[in-house]
C-alpha cells in the first residue's frame, strides 16, 4: 500500500500541483454534483477532460523553454518532459470515464 500511495504522490507532483488540483476538484465536485443535480455530471467530465488536453501544450511550451535555456538535452529529459506533460490527460481521462459510469448509472429507466 505504500509502494501505491508514494506512486500516486509522485504522479501528483509530476504533473504538476495547478492542473492535478484543478482535476481533483473536478472529481470532487462530480460527485457531489452525482448526489445534487445529476443532470450536470455530463458537464464537469467534459471539463475535466477539457483541462487535461489544455494542459498538454502549457507543459511542452514549459519544456521547451527549459531546453532552449540549457541548450542541450538529452533524450531522457525530453521523454520526461513528455510524460509530465500527459499525466493531467491522464487524469483527466479517468474523471471522464467517471462521469461516464456516473452518467450510466443515474440514467433513469424507461
Same mark, same amino acid.
Given at each position: 500500500?505504500?509502494? =501505491?500511495?508514494?506512486?500516486?504522490?509522485?504522479?501528483?507532483?509530476?504533473?504538476?500541483? +495547478? *492542473?492535478?488540483?484543478?482535476?481533483? =476538484? !473536478?472529481?470532487?465536485?462530480? +460527485?457531489?454534483?452525482?448526489?445534487?443535480? *445529476?443532470?450536470?455530471?455530463?458537464?464537469?467530465?467534459?471539463? @475535466?477532460?477539457? &483541462?487535461? !488536453? !489544455?494542459?498538454? *501544450? &502549457?507543459? !511542452?511550451?514549459? @519544456?521547451?523553454? &527549459?531546453?532552449?535555456?540549457?541548450?542541450? @538535452?538529452?533524450?531522457?529529459?525530453?521523454?520526461?518532459?513528455?510524460?509530465?506533460?500527459?499525466? *493531467? +490527460?491522464?487524469?483527466? =481521462?479517468?474523471?471522464?470515464?467517471?462521469?461516464?459510469?456516473?452518467?450510466? @448509472?443515474?440514467?433513469?429507466?424507461?
Amino acid at each position: 500500500m505504500l509502494l =501505491l500511495q508514494s506512486n500516486i504522490s509522485q504522479f501528483f507532483t509530476e504533473g504538476g500541483y +495547478f *492542473p492535478m488540483t484543478i482535476i481533483s =476538484l !473536478l472529481l470532487v465536485t462530480l +460527485f457531489i454534483a452525482a448526489w445534487k443535480v *445529476p443532470t450536470r455530471v455530463k458537464e464537469i467530465g467534459h471539463l @475535466a477532460l477539457a &483541462v487535461g !488536453l !489544455l494542459w498538454i *501544450p &502549457v507543459t !511542452l511550451i514549459q @519544456a521547451s523553454d &527549459v531546453i532552449q535555456v540549457s541548450g542541450d @538535452a538529452s533524450l531522457s529529459f525530453i521523454w520526461f518532459g513528455i510524460k509530465c506533460s500527459m499525466i *493531467p +490527460f491522464a487524469y483527466s =481521462l479517468v474523471v471522464y470515464i467517471v462521469s461516464l459510469i456516473l452518467r450510466i @448509472a443515474l440514467k433513469p429507466r424507461k
